[in-house]
């Protein structure tokens, strides 16, 4: 079968594996005594893993670009051949993790490719000869632990960008170009979102005033509109003991994901993982009936997960997690109607975010793995038909994900895109016929007797720090109005103005709206220009005429002049701003009334 005849995806796949045994052959050649673990395509390229004498350095980076190259223009061929095990064994005998991938493989032999003297143990499948691997760049190093494993080895990974034409690689490179200069945790720092301290640990990030008013204002929107479909809010405190944990099932499949107990007199307890089981206990605390339901029972709780060093960083992966959750509890012939005002709420939440970019995935279980789900064929089949059948109902195309439910049922995830393209799970819908039996859960039916609930697990908005993260990248830090630390930056053009300015800046804040004034001992354009540095939406300058006639002279971060106005007249525009922003229905409503 040739290249050409196979489909893109398959193309791109060997071409990419073929540059990565390239990179680990040029490697070789600058390290002799390097050790090689693996080196797999990617969605963009391709990497490989190695234990070296030395950190890698960026200028490390051309010279084996260069090596590649020379390998690349030979024109050798990809031999596949077969060898014994134990003979492997020996050919490998000075690179560890080929010995023990040798020694997991089940076969009395094992597979390897070679092109020129370089030899690798592999699968495949690789292109035919190395003339055929298309345009790469190489990008960047960074560590990965042996297997994922952090009590392994720390590695170093070359990661490489490969596409089959030129035009498509540059097309990448400048939008990871981009991605860069929208990198949270860049902007996060440049903008005084956050901050991060080794007095308190990894994946534990403090937000500075102005993250802070970011969140409360996510918060407060999110609280509102939960409050306007019909939630009660609660709060649930950060510590649960683990017996309850034991009965929700997430001391058994969700472990290793928690911080370990602490014992406090007579009880072990945990910090929380999940707000579930606490709301579990709210409804549990009064009888209900058939006319009771649905209980929507919502909370901005705080969970602590453990996750590993070597993913943590920034907003977007942390160990303290503020989930906008809630879990609705139902009826059966109630779960499409609450599924669909779920999706209306998100589509709503949506939409005021500006976001536009996302996709539904219907997250399946695995029948076969025993420790990952709970065992229950019937609960299975009807979860995973009820939201098969919701979504086709709403017109909400969608993905099938083997393997990607939560522990107790399947899930609706929505699936967001960055800049690159890639995909993030930031909301989601799960439904749980298990959990109302593990705690013995019941309503008063029609009939008079006692009936099973079920449980809708959703979060519209879902972690906000990872929301937060998204946001600052999807705006590269310049929030909409309505979301914006500092609405407005009040500028005196000399001291002069300074009480002005301050009396601009109290009206404002009277209103409702965030302003500050720059008094610093600096010149008017300089001001305007660290304004629009921190993203800050509107600038206004004031000096004898504003001060006179009771006006400011406006300015965008973008660069635009608006000139004078009454101040009246300004705050009435951010007013109009910021509601149209906050409901975008109410523009459509406008138009068709």
Same mark, same amino acid.
């Given at each position: ?41 990617? +969605? ?16 490390? @980076?051309?010279?084996?670009? =260069? ?9 050798? *061929? ?63 190093? *960074? ?11 720390? @590695?170093?990974?070359?990661?490489? $960008?490969?596409?089959?034409?030129? %035009? ?14 929208? +990198? ?13 301290? +080794? ?8 937000? @500075? ?18 409050? !306007? ?60 009936? #058939? ?29 303290? !997690? ?27 939440? #949506? ?15 695995? $029948? ?21 059948? $919701? ?12 393997? %990607? ?75 909409? =109005? ?32 965030? =302003? ?30 504003? =001060? ?12 635009? +002049? ?32």
């Amino acid at each position: 079968m040739t290249l050409e005849s196979l489909s893109r995806d398959e193309r791109l796949y060997r071409m990419r594996h073929s540059a990565a045994h390239v990179m680990a052959e040029a490697v070789f050649e600058m390290f002799p005594e390097a050790k090689f673990a693996i080196g797999p395509p990617i +969605d963009t390229g391709f990497y490989y893993d190695f234990e070296l004498p030395r950190p890698l350095t960026p200028e490390d @980076l051309p010279q084996i670009e =260069a090596r590649m190259r020379r390998r690349l223009e030979s024109d050798v *061929a990809f031999e596949r051949s077969e060898m014994p095990k134990d003979e492997a064994l020996r050919q490998f005998h000075d690179q560890p993790f080929k010995i023990e991938l040798i020694e997991g493989i089940a076969a009395a032999s094992v597979s390897l490719y070679r092109q020129g003297e370089f030899l690798d143990l592999c699968e495949g499948p690789h292109v035919e000869r190395t003339g055929q691997v298309p345009p790469f760049k190489l990008l960047n190093v *960074a560590g990965a632990y042996w297997r994922g494993d952090e009590k392994r080895p720390m @590695l170093q990974r070359i990661y490489g $960008a490969m596409f089959e034409t030129q %035009e498509e690689l540059d097309d990448y490179l400048q939008r990871l170009d981009e991605a860069t200069k929208r +990198d949270h945790r860049k902007l996060g720092r440049e903008l005084g979102l956050y901050m991060t301290s +080794d007095l308190v640990g990894s994946g534990l990030p403090l937000l @500075l005033p102005k993250g802070a008013t970011v969140r409360r204002l996510l918060e407060e929107y999110m609280l509102e509109q939960e409050r !306007i479909a019909g939630y009660q809010h609660v709060y649930t405190p950060d510590l649960g003991k683990v017996e309850l944990y034991k009965i929700s099932g997430h001391w058994e499949h969700y472990r290793d994901s928690m911080y370990p107990p602490m014992q406090l007199e007579h009880e072990e307890l945990v910090l929380t993982p999940m707000n579930c089981p606490h709301h579990i206990l709210i409804y549990q605390n009064e009888l209900h009936s #058939y006319r009771d339901l649905p209980v929507r029972i919502a909370e901005f709780g705080t969970m602590y997960r453990y996750e590993k060093s070597g993913v943590v960083g920034g907003l977007s992966r942390v160990r303290a !997690i503020n989930l906008n959750d809630a879990h609705i509890f139902c009826t059966p012939d109630q779960i499409k109607s609450e599924f669909g005002g779920v999706m209306r709420l998100i589509e709503r939440a #949506y939409a005021t975010l500006g976001i536009t970019e996302y996709a539904f995935r219907l997250s399946l279980g695995d $029948a076969t793995n025993t420790e990952k789900y709970v065992q229950s064929a019937a609960i299975w089949e009807l979860g995973e038909r009820v939201l098969r059948e $919701a979504l086709l109902e709403l017109g909400a195309p969608f993905v099938e994900a083997p393997n %990607e439910a939560a522990f107790y049922g399947p899930k609706v995830d929505l699936q967001i895109r960055d800049v690159l393209g890639r995909e993030e799970t930031m909301s989601t819908i799960q439904v749980d016929f298990h959990l109302p039996e593990q705690f013995g859960l019941t309503y008063i039916g029609e009939d008079g007797g006692q009936h099973r609930p079920v449980i809708l697990h959703r979060g519209v908005i879902g972690a906000t720090e990872r929301m937060m993260a998204y946001l600052i990248e999807l705006y590269a830090g310049a929030f909409p =109005a309505w979301l914006a630390p500092v609405q407005a930056m009040v500028i005196p053009i000399a001291d002069r103005h300074a009480a002005y300015a301050h009396r601009v800046r109290d009206e404002l804040r009277n209103q409702g709206f965030r =302003a500050d004034v720059d008094r610093r001992n600096e010149r008017m354009n300089a001001k305007i220009r660290d304004a629009q540095l921190q993203k800050v939406p509107y600038m206004l300058v004031v000096g004898d005429r504003e =001060a006179e006639a009771e006006a400011v002279a406006v300015r965008t971060r973008a660069g635009e +002049d608006l000139k004078a106005m009454p101040l009246f007249q300004f705050i009435d525009r951010l007013r109009d701003e910021v509601a149209t922003a906050m409901d975008p229905e109410a523009t459509v409503r406008e138009a068709v009334g």
